[in-house]
Nanobody, 124 residues
Framework: QVQLVESGGGLVQAGASLRLSCAAS????????IGWFRQAPGKEREFVAAINRSGVLTVYGDAVKGRATISRDNAKNTVYLQMNSLKPEDTAVYYC?????????????????WGQGTQVTVSS
C-alpha cells in the first residue's frame, strides 16, 4: 500500500505557473504508475497527466497538453506536475493517484490509491 500527499497548490493569477508535488510513503513510489487528475465544482474528475514507473513515458490530457509537464524523482518518492500559462478554467482540486499496473492510463478507475488533493485557484 502507498500513501500519497499532494502539495503546491494555491491562488495565482492567469498566466502564472505552479509546480505541484505528490509525495509517496509506504511502498516505494517507483513500483507505481502515477497519474494527476483534477475536479472542479460541479464537474467530473478530469485526467491531467500520467507517468510510468521509470519516468520515460508520459501522457497528457487535451486541456493541459503543451502547458503541463509531469516528472518523477524516484529517489525522493515524489512526482511533480509543472503547470504553466495557467487559466481560470484550470481552477480545481488536483489529485495524484497511484496504480500498480505497468501502463499509464487516463481512466481514474485504473488507479488504486488516491491523495486528498490540493486546491489550485487561478484568478483572471
Amino acid at each position: 500500500q502507498v500513501q500519497l500527499v499532494e502539495s503546491g497548490g494555491g491562488l495565482v493569477q492567469a498566466g502564472a505557473s505552479l509546480r505541484l508535488s505528490c509525495a509517496a510513503s509506504g511502498r516505494t513510489s517507483s513500483n507505481y504508475v502515477i497519474g494527476w487528475f483534477r475536479q472542479a465544482p460541479g464537474k467530473e474528475r478530469e485526467f491531467v497527466a500520467a507517468i510510468n514507473r521509470s519516468g520515460v513515458l508520459t501522457v497528457y490530457g487535451d486541456a493541459v497538453k503543451g502547458r503541463a509537464t509531469i516528472s518523477r524523482d524516484n529517489a525522493k518518492n515524489t512526482v511533480y506536475l509543472q503547470m504553466n500559462s495557467l487559466k481560470p478554467e484550470d481552477t480545481a482540486v488536483y489529485y495524484c493517484a497511484a496504480a500498480a499496473g505497468g501502463a499509464t492510463s487516463r481512466y481514474n478507475n485504473y488507479y488504486d490509491y488516491w491523495g486528498q488533493g490540493t486546491q489550485v485557484t487561478v484568478s483572471s
